[in-house]
C-alpha cells in the first residue's frame, strides 16, 4: 500500500530539527519513502492520498516507562511517597487475571493512541499466578489495538525486606512483610528462565512486539540476577529496562548495600550501555551523570509520577548539558493519573525552569519533544521518532483548526506548551492508520469502556481486602520516610 500525504506542515524532529512549512510525506508498506517539500513529492501512482492541509504531521511519541495493569486504578490512591504508595498498589494487582490485564492494557493503549503516542515501554508486573504475570494478555491488548510495543518483563529476586531500609520499623511488619515476599520474590535461575521463554513465546517486531528483560531496581535484585538479565538482553540484540534511585530511601539502601551509587553498581557489574533504560534516575551523584552520557544509557523522566508521589527532581537540565539522551514517559496511571503523552511532555517543558538557574539551561521546546520522540525510540531500538525516508511510518497527524495551533506561530512550541491531544486526527503506526478523526479504527471504543469497568468491579472485594492490609503498612512505612530524610539512616 503505498500513501500520500500532501501539505501538512512537518515537525520531523530530524537532525536539524527540521520544520517544513509545506511538506508531503509518502508511505511505501511499514516504512517512509519521502519526507520534504510538497514540490518535490514523488509522482507515484499512489493508493491513498490523505488531504494534510490543515494538519500538522509530527512523529508518534513514544512512552518510555508504564505499567499497563496500573489503568483500572487511576485515581484511586492518595497522594504518598513511593514507599507507602507501592504498598497499596502492588495490593491491587494480586487477584488480577488474564482477562483484568488485557482490559488494563486495552484500556491505556487506547487513551495513548488517541493521544498521540505509537509506542510505548510496558514494564510489566502482574500476579505471579498468571502465566508471565498476565503480561501475554497485555501484549494481546497492544496487538489488538495496532500499538507498538517494548514489553519489559519485571524481574525481582530479593525478599522485600532486604530492599528497603526498614530498620527498626521491620519489627512491627514481620506479617504483612512475609506475604508481600511471598507474592513477588522467585528463585533467580526461575525468573531467567521465564524470562527466556516469555522473550521465545511472544518477541515478534512484525507484530509490533518486542519483549526484553526488566529488573524490577538495582536493589531488588542479585548480582547474578541482573548480570543474567543483561546477558539475555546481550545475546538477544535487545534493549533492557529498568527502575533506578527513584527516592532517596533508594539511594540509601544502594550506599548501604554496595558502597556506592545504585547506577556506579550497575556500571561495575558491566551492564551499562546504549540499550538500557533507566526509569526516574532521579537521586543522582554528579558522577552518575558522567557515567549515563559516557555509556550512552537513557534516563527515562516520569514527571508527573514523580509530582504526584513527590519522589524528587530528575537533573534533567544537567543530564541535557551532559549529552545524556533523555526519554518521557507517563509512568503507570496508579501514579499518573493518566496516559497522555502530551501532559508529560509540557511538563517536562515547564517544570525545570527555577528562578535563578541559568535560563541558557532551561529546557527547550526541541529537547522536550526529543525527549517524548527520538530520544525513546533510540533507546529501545526502533526505527521511528523521527520523520525521515527510510524509518517506520510511526506519526500523527493534528489538526490546525483547533485553539491550541490557532494562529500558528510557532509549530514546535505551540506542540509542547500548547497542546492537549484533543487536536489529534490521524495516528499511523506501521503504515496503518489505526485512529482516524480522532477515533480508534481497529477496536470498539465503548466495548474497551465496557470491559475496563466490568474488570474494575470484579476486583473489587479483593482490592477492598488488600488495601486494609496496605493501610496497616501505612504508620510504619511512614516512620521510616521521615527517618531517612531527616536522619539519612
Ligand atoms: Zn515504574
Not at 115 to 135: E, P
Not at 273 to 294: C, F, Q, R, V
Not at 327 to 333: R, V
Request: charged share 20%.
Amino acid at each position: 500500500m503505498k500513501t500520500l500525504i500532501r501539505n501538512p506542515v512537518i515537525v520531523t524532529m530530524n537532525d536539524h530539527y527540521e520544520v517544513i512549512e509545506k511538506g508531503s510525506i509518502a508511505i511505501d508498506g511499514d516504512k517512509l519513502s519521502y519526507v520534504g517539500p510538497v514540490e518535490w513529492t514523488p509522482p507515484g501512482p499512489f493508493d491513498r492520498i490523505v488531504e494534510g492541509d490543515r494538519m500538522i504531521a509530527m512523529p508518534g511519541m513514544v512512552n518510555a516507562h508504564c505499567h499497563s495493569p496500573a489503568n483500572l486504578v487511576r485515581g484511586l490512591f492518595a497522594s504518598r511517597p513511593l514507599e507507602i504508595w507501592r504498598a497499596y498498589y502492588r495490593a491491587s494487582l494480586r487477584d488480577m487475571r488474564d482477562e483484568d490485564f488485557y482490559a488494563s492494557a486495552l484500556l491505556g493503549g487506547m487513551e495513548m493512541l488517541k493521544s498521540g503516542a505509537t509506542a510505548v515501554l510496558d514494564h510489566f508486573f502482574g500476579n505471579q499466578a498468571c502465566r508471565f504475570m498476565g503480561a501475554g494478555a497485555a501484549i494481546q491488548a497492544m496487538r489488538d489495538l495496532g500499538l507498538r510495543h517494548v514489553v519489559a518483563l519485571t524481574l525481582s529476586d530479593k525478599n522485600y525486606e532486604e530492599t528497603v531500609p526498614l530498620g527498626e520499623t521491620a519489627s512491627h511488619l514481620s506479617e504483612e512483610i512475609k506475604s508481600m515476599s511471598a507474592s513477588e520474590a522467585k528463585a533467580t535461575r526461575a525468573w531467567l528462565e521465564d524470562c527466556e521463554e516469555f522473550i521465545d513465546t511472544f518477541h515478534d517486531p512484525h507484530k509490533l512486539t518486542t519483549c526484553c528483560p526488566g529488573p524490577s531496581a538495582v536493589q531488588r535484585c542479585t548480582d547474578e540476577l541482573l548480570g543474567g538479565a543483561a546477558e539475555i538482553a546481550r545475546k538477544r540484540k535487545l534493549p533492557m529496562h529498568i527502575h533506578l534511585a527513584e527516592t532517596k530511601a533508594q539511594a540509601l539502601m544502594g550506599k548501604k548495600l554496595y558502597g556506592t551509587s545504585l547506577l556506579q553498581h550497575l556500571a561495575s557489574l558491566g551492564i551499562l550501555g546504549p540499550n538500557l533504560s533507566l526509569a526516574h534516575s532521579i537521586w543522582i551523584e554528579p558522577a552518575d551523570i558522567e557515567l549515563l552520557a559516557k555509556s550512552g544509557a537513557t534516563p527515562v523522566h516520569n514527571p508527573a509520577s514523580n509530582l504526584r508521589l513527590g519522589s524528587g527532581l530528575a537533573p534533567v537540565r544537567d543530564f541535557l548539558f551532559a549529552g545524556v539522551r533523555v526519554a518521557l514517559g507517563t509512568d503507570g496511571a496508579a501514579s499518573n493519573d493518566g496516559q497522555n503523552m502530551f501532559d508529560a511532555l509540557r511538563l517536562v517543558a515547564l517544570i525545570h525552569n527555577q528562578a535563578g538557574s541559568d535560563f541558557a539551561r532551561w529546557v527547550t521546546p526541541s529537547q522536550a519533544l526529543a525527549t517524548a520522540t527520538r530520544n525513546g525510540a533510540r533507546a529501545f531500538g526502533l526505527d521511528a521518532g523521527v520523520l525521515a525516508p527510510g524509518m517506520t511510518a510511526d506519526l500523527v497527524l493534528l489538526r490546525r483548526d483547533t485553539p491550541a495551533f490557532t494562529p500558528l506561530n510557532d509549530a514546535m512550541r505551540q506542540l509542547v506548551f500548547c497542546e492537549s491531544g484533543r487536536s489529534v486526527d490521524c495516528v499511523i503506526v506501521n503504515g496503518e492508520i489505526v485512529v482516524e478523526r480522532g477515533r480508534l479504527t481497529k477496536v470498539d471504543e465503548n466495548e474497551v469502556l465496557t470491559l475496563a469497568t466490568k474488570a474494575r468491579e470484579r476486583l473489587n472485594p479483593a482490592i477492598e481486602r488488600e488495601m486494609t492490609v496496605a493501610r496497616n503498612l501505612e504508620p510504619a512505612l511512614g516512620e521510616m520516610y521521615f527517618r531517612v530524610f531527616q536522619r539519612g539512616d
